[in-house]
Each structure stands twice: as C-alpha cells, then as structure tokens.
C-alpha cells in the first residue's frame, strides 16, 4: 500500500497540557478513522496535519509535501480538504455561493471552469437539489454537507474531516457516511469521530487516541478482536468489570476479564475501543 501521509514524532503542549506527545503515523488511500475519548488530541493532530498550527516538535509530509518549508506548505495546502470541528458559514448564503466563495479562497479564478468545479462538489456531495437554497433554511445534516462540499473543491488528495457526523439523525448520518464513502476511494480521508458505527462501516484502518498518544492502530477488525472472549452479560453489575452497561433488556453488558463460566457476547469495535482505553499505552499495533 502507497504511503500517502506520515508523520513522526509529533508534539505539541499547550501550557502544561500535553495535546500531541509522539505521535507517529502512516495512512494510504481510504477512509482512516480517529477514535479517542474528549481532549484525547484528535482535533490537535488534525489542525497539526492540515497546517492550521505547528507542532513544537516532529515533523510529517503529505503526498510528498513538507510543510517545514514555505514552498512545500503551499503545495500541501493545494492538496488539502478540511471540515473542521465547527464550520463557519454566512447564513444568508446559498450552498452554491457559500462553496464558490471558498473555491476563489482556493485559487480557482476562472469563473466558468470554477462554477463547473463547484456545482461538480455539490453533486457529490448530494446537494444539487438545494444549491440555491439559504444555508439558514437548511437541515444540520445539509449543512454538514455544503462543509463537506467547501473541503471537496479541486479535487484535494487529503481530506481531513473532525467529527463531521457529530449532531446527525441515523438517516442524515447514513447519507454522510456514502459520501464519505465515495471520497474515500481515490482519496485520503483522516476522520476524527466519536461514532464507533462510523468506523466500522466506513473505514479500512483505524487509530484510537488518548492523552495525546496513538494507542491503537490496526484495522477495524482488529480492535474488534481485542475484545473476543472478553464481553460478557449478567443479570446484575459485575464488580470485577472494567466496564459495565445496562442494556435495554434490563441485564448488563461488561468488558474486562470474564469470571468463569461467564455467559460470553460477541464483541463489537466499541467493546475492543473500551477496552484499548483501559489497556497498556505500550501496547500500540493490533
Ligand atoms: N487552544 C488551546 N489552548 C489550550 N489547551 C488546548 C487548546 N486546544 C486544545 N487544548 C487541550 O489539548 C488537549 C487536546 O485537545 P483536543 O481538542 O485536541 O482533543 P480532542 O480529542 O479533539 O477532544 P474532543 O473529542 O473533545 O473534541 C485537551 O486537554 C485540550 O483541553
């Protein structure tokens, strides 16, 4: 598999907060999902990789570029898509004007060649039907989509999306996740999430964050895996769980070390997720 990003030895404190502390990667094409709990670093590492702001130590290239340099920072730019965690938009404008702006912003400066482009992303995006409608009349799940359509303009290699499902209904996710999908073929995509469904339908790989650190980085299989014969339901809480859940049918659903003849679940990314949080920093790949 082509490396298309990597980066080593990323850090980044901001005071006496350790957001990044050695971050290491490589992605290839395909849709790569981020995991990690609140303040695990995610946001950081994406503003860090889309050259929002510096590492204080590290350094990483994307498609070949290196942003260490003025030069190289440009051209990674140029091959950049970025939805950040909250996207900014005028409300009085249409998506269609709304993603022209941002296509002037990105250098396209022919005016036919760039309207083709722009009503090209707000197909892919889904949003043909309402490109002249006002961004303020629009569902959150369609706004997240003009969002994503801004970061699809002229074609980027890298797309880097921070919790773009964030706030949708299963339907509106559901339609996100095929266009996510449909990028992902012929790009990168870096998806920070809080969703474990996101990763397990939508991507090949996945990197699970905490305290600033990678703690897992395999497929989403193997994150599945971890948690195989460690899932367990009882009819009351288990003390000796790490953790432990009531399910709708009254009983509870642990992860941890089952006691014997525990009555064992089949595992799902998010029991293999939990448990990767509570494990050995140390242990890192699958
Ligand atoms: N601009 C900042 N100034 C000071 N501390 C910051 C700043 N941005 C982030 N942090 C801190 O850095 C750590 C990592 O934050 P980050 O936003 O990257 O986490 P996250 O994994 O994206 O969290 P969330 O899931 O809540 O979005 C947190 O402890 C956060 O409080």
Known sequence: MTVT??????????????ALDEVSLRLSRGVTGLLGPNGAGKTTLLRVLATAVPADRGAFTVLGHDPATARGRQELRRELGYLPQTPGFHPDFTPFAFVDYVAILK???????????????????DLAEVRGTRI?????????????????????????LDEPT????????MRFREVIARAGEDRTVLLSTHQTEDVAMLCHRVLVMAGGRIRFDGTPAELTARAAGRVWSSTGRDPGAKAGWRTGAGGFRNVGDPPE??????????????LTLDGDPAEVTA
């Open 5 to 18: 990003v990597s980066a080593s030895g990323l850090s980044l404190r901001y005071g006496g907060t350790r």
């Open 107 to 125: 250098e396209l400066t022919d005016r036919a060649a760039r309207h083709r482009e722009v009503r090209r992303v707000l197909d892919e995006a």
């Open 136 to 160: 303020k009349k629009l569902s959150g799940g369609m706004r997240q989509r003009v969002a994503l359509a801004a970061a699809l303009v002229g074609d980027p290699g890298f797309l880097v």
């Open 166 to 173: 964030v706030g949708l209904d299963p339907e509106q996710r």
């Open 261 to 274: 003849g525990a009555d064992l679940l089949e595992p799902t990314l998010e029991d293999g997720y939990l």
